[in-house]
């Protein structure tokens, strides 16, 4: 198919996920004087953090430079899991595994699949209505040789993180997918996936109704210490705050430069496509798995909540593209997974930040006084309410103990990194070189 025409009739560049979606509504008032807590950033983290810190009877406030919901939380690919990508190299390994204590990496996969119980139980108390399926997760395998990692990680995923996990031969994955393309792969059965839009827009009226005030549209500028307590300057206002939260992730600006070092901002793209002729989605997705690849260079699928149209993601690009070359690119790569889906053409396609620490492990911490949550590494919907709801349960308890194992007191840096990640593009190009050398040696 031509580049031109794998573009649908009104082709948009906007997330799929926002289309029937309605925003959630910020009703226009001024801001407070002061407040107990000021979280920056309506992302999951800073709404889950305001959710439990209203539930606990804190005043809090939640503001956002672009409208609530704007960034990652509403573009990512939805899959969920509990466990199985922390501590997870570009290259298939585990960073964890190689460079901390057993008990350490056992700790971490403990907490990952208590976030995922804590998820599955905040969607239930407050009947969020956002897709939410066990389907499981698969992970294929790009080459024969990952075998073998999965092999040896599949006893702590199991023991540690209840993750449910096991082996898939070649020969079965055609039972789970409806393609060749894969040495075999990983089944995680603790694992699925739901729309990330409808997803916050329920935390979001869920915090509302606790008590939480969120605003988007109000771009933080500056954040000042005075006696007791922090100042916080917005083009609408200036609001005291007893303590400060900093929830942008793959977004953090210049705001705060030392926190800005702390995460690498990678995009990572998406499309959607129409409607499947009736029998091809059952075909390609017989099982409704969330699929994700051992590759470096990740792509990542699974059905839309109705089950009718395919959405394809991962890294098209590491140089910066508009949507349509990004979107040609991924229709490419969805089309040598899937050779019946030549014919069917793209109704959205988008992009988003993921931040993707230089430990491969999620954090909160402290830098000042300042609290923040850092480094989804693409286990967002998961680990983002985690490390919100994490941040709150600090505030609350008021003690200097660790709430959990991502609360390590501070994320690490690197001291040639100054938060303008220029060399991204060198490295994803380097990584994608090195996926299709290892493809083509298998």
């Not at 939380?73 to 466990?83: A, K, L, N």
């Not at 540690?160 to 994955?173: F, K």
């Not at 990572?268 to 260079?297: C, F, K, N």
């Not at 402290?366 to 850092?374: K, N």
């Amino acid at each position: 198919m031509a580049s031109d025409a794998v573009f649908a009739e009104g082709f948009r560049t906007t997330p799929w996920w926002w289309d029937g979606f309605t925003p959630p509504e910020d009703p226009p008032a001024e801001l407070p004087q002061a407040v107990d807590v000021l979280v920056v950033g309506a992302g999951y983290a800073g709404v889950h953090c305001a959710l439990t810190l209203a539930e606990h009877g804190r005043d809090v406030l939640v503001l956002d430079a672009e409208r609530l919901g704007w960034g990652a939380s509403s573009r990512s690919g939805g899959q969920v899991t509990g466990g199985a990508n922390v501590g997870k190299t570009p290259g298939g390994g585990n960073a964890i595994a190689r460079s901390a204590a057993v008990e350490r990496r056992h700790a971490l996969l403990r907490d990952a699949a208590a976030a995922m119980r804590h998820l599955e139980a905040t969607i239930e108390r407050h009947q969020i209505r956002c897709g939410w399926r066990l389907s499981g997760r698969l992970t294929a395998l790009w080459t024969p040789a990952h075998r073998k990692s999965w092999e040896a990680r599949l006893d702590d995923l199991n023991t540690h993180a209840g993750a449910e996990a096991s082996m898939i031969s070649r020969e079965a994955m055609r039972a789970e997918i409806g393609s060749d393309f894969y040495a075999g792969g990983v089944l995680i059965r603790r694992g699925g996936h739901l729309q990330p839009a409808e997803l916050f827009g329920g935390l979001l009226a869920a915090a509302r109704a606790a008590g939480a005030r969120a605003h988007g549209m109000t771009p933080v500028q500056a954040i000042e210490r005075v006696p007791g307590g922090w100042q916080v300057r917005t083009p609408r206002g200036t609001v005291r705050a007893d303590q400060v939260v900093i929830a942008t992730n793959g977004y953090t600006g210049p705001l705060i430069p030392a926190l800005r070092r702390r995460a690498l901002p990678v995009t990572t793209h998406m499309i959607a496509t129409e409607a499947l002729p009736a029998g091809l989605a059952q075909r390609i997705m017989p099982r409704d798995r969330a699929v994700s690849e051992t590759r470096r260079v990740v792509n990542h699928y699974r059905l839309s909540p109705d089950g009718t149209r395919l959405l394809f993601g991962g890294r098209a690009r590491f140089f910066p593209a508009e949507e349509r070359v990004t979107a040609a690119i991924l229709h490419r790569l969805m089309t040598e997974r899937f050779p019946e889906l030549a014919g069917v053409r793209i109704t959205n396609s988008w992009g988003g930040k993921v931040a993707v620490s230089f430990d491969y492990v999620p954090h909160i911490g402290q830098h000042d006084g300042i609290h923040y949550a850092m480094g989804c590494n693409g286990s967002g919907i998961v680990m983002m309410n985690w490390l919100g709801h994490g941040i709150a349960r600090k505030i609350i308890e008021g003690g200097s103990a660790p709430v959990n194992a991502f609360d390590t007191g501070g994320a690490p840096t690197h001291p040639l990194y100054h938060g303008v990640p220029w060399f991204i593009p060198v490295v994803g190009t380097y990584y994608q070189v090195r996926d299709w050398a290892d493809r083509r040696r298998a």
